[in-house]
């Protein structure tokens, strides 16, 4: 069964990934020698080391009281004549990972001036003394940043979850207003007419037929808007839906092409981007005697995007030249979800056709 680390566990195991190098603490015995005792101190202090990030509950240890622990395993492994100084380094990182700022830094002066101390007191080398407290104020300026990182990710994380969440609860919301513009009016007028069949009969039969009639016809449009509704709640990507409405233009004798690339853009966008293009291409289908269909993306400045679909119509012998776009609950529905996103929708109607643009402002 694999194990999974929670986000805490996680970061100490990275810490205690650190541990490998402890190994630097033995490399002076290579021309000085060891001891027996040293080995068994070294390996006592390398598995506090070690475990110390792990410690569950009431027995985990403060960070700042860990930089402490490290530094005095450190002052304990003096004596043994190996690469002291690396506990420092590690009490060092640790006070980066301090949330108090000021408390790191303090931490950390008072740490550099005991191992610069012992280190003189000990009569070690002072270059290397230097060397160890150059380090240790790298590995100190790291931990800071990773710990600044690690917040932002987490702040980030949250900020995402909430925005699913806003967004599934305006989905909801839009949900019930389409529900409610598309079957509001249809249940009622079957209900009125409902109504108006019992009073008609058992005397007026006729009349009660061609009200039964009537409801028939109204529940079976309200069960298509309602399947519209639906189809609508699909997520799909913007090119699935582009390559999906041209193949259905197409497959209707309408001649179309794309141009542009609609690039990337937040999810959320996306979606109501790819909603308003199939519900433009749909209006084509259904009430444009269109010939052909130009489609674009389009990057006008920086970050602005642009979608256009410009239909052509076939000649007309008559003059009443029939719009592919109404402003019905198709257009109002577009024009809510993309004031939503702060976008805009604008219809150009032509003697030939009718040009419609969204434009999105900012994405970021």
């Given at each position: 069964m694999p194990i999974t680390l929670g986000?805490?566990?996680?970061?100490?195991?990275?810490?205690?990934?650190?541990?490998?190098?402890?190994?630097l603490f033995p490399l002076p015995w290579l021309t000085r020698g060891g001891s027996l005792a040293g080995i068994v101190a070294f390996i006592a202090g390398a598995a506090v080391f070690l475990a110390l990030p792990f410690l569950p509950g009431r027995l985990a240890v403060p960070i700042a009281v860990r930089a402490l622990i490290y530094a005095f395993i450190g002052i304990l492994l003096i004596p043994f004549h190996g690469y002291w100084g690396?506990?420092?380094?590690?009490?060092?990182?640790?006070c980066g990972a301090i949330t108090n700022r000021r408390?790191?830094?303090?931490?950390?002066?008072?740490?550099?001036?005991?191992?610069?101390?012992?280190?003189?007191?000990?009569?070690?080398?002072?270059?290397?003394?230097?060397?160890?407290?150059?380090?240790?104020?790298?590995?100190?300026?790291?931990?800071?940043?990773?710990?600044?990182?690690?917040?932002?990710?987490?702040?980030?994380?949250?900020?995402?979850?909430?925005?699913?969440?806003?967004?599934?609860?305006a989905?909801?919301?839009?949900?019930?207003?389409?529900?409610?513009?598309?079957?509001?009016?249809?249940?009622?007028?079957?209900?009125?007419?409902?109504e108006l069949a019992h009073r008609h009969l058992p005397h007026d039969t006729s009349k009660a037929q061609d009200e039964l009639d009537e409801i028939g016809q109204r529940a079976r449009n309200a069960l298509a808007e309602t399947r519209q509704v639906v189809s609508d709640m699909r997520v799909t990507s913007l090119r699935d839906e582009l390559a999906s409405g041209v193949a259905a233009l197409n497959d209707a004798g309408i001649s179309t092409e794309s141009s542009g690339e609609p690039g990337l853009m937040p999810a959320y966008a996306?979606?109501?981007?790819?909603?308003?293009?199939?519900?433009?291409?749909?209006?084509?289908l259904r009430h444009a005697n269109a010939a052909t269909c130009h489609i674009a993306f389009r990057q006008r400045a920086t970050a602005v995007f642009e979608l256009m679909v410009?239909?052509?119509?076939?000649?007309?012998?008559?003059?009443?030249?029939?719009?592919?776009?109404?402003?019905?609950?198709?257009?109002?529905?577009?024009?809510?979800?993309?004031?939503?996103?702060?976008?805009?929708?604008?219809?150009?109607?032509?003697?030939?056709?009718?040009?419609?643009?969204?434009?999105?402002?900012?994405?970021?």
């Open positions: 986000p805490r566990s996680r970061i100490a195991f990275r810490r205690s990934i650190s541990g490998i190098y402890l190994l690396v506990f420092f380094i590690s009490a060092a990182a640790t408390l790191g830094l303090t931490m950390l002066a008072v740490i550099l001036c005991v191992c610069a101390s012992l280190t003189w007191l000990a009569y070690e080398d002072l270059i290397g003394c230097l060397i160890t407290i150059i380090v240790a104020i790298g590995t100190f300026a790291t931990m800071v940043l990773s710990m600044d990182l690690h917040q932002r990710n987490e702040a980030l994380a949250a900020a995402q979850e909430e925005i699913r969440s806003l967004t599934l609860i989905e909801r919301e839009r949900l019930a207003r389409d529900l409610h513009d598309t079957l509001g009016q249809s249940l009622t007028i079957i209900a009125l007419k409902s996306e979606a109501v981007l790819a909603f308003a293009l199939r519900e433009a291409l749909t209006n084509i410009r239909d052509q119509t076939r000649p007309r012998h008559d003059s009443n030249i029939l719009l592919s776009f109404r402003e019905g609950n198709g257009i109002s529905g577009m024009r809510r979800r993309l004031a939503e996103i702060d976008g805009r929708l604008d219809l150009t109607p032509r003697p030939d056709g009718l040009t419609l643009i969204i434009t999105l402002g900012d994405l970021s």
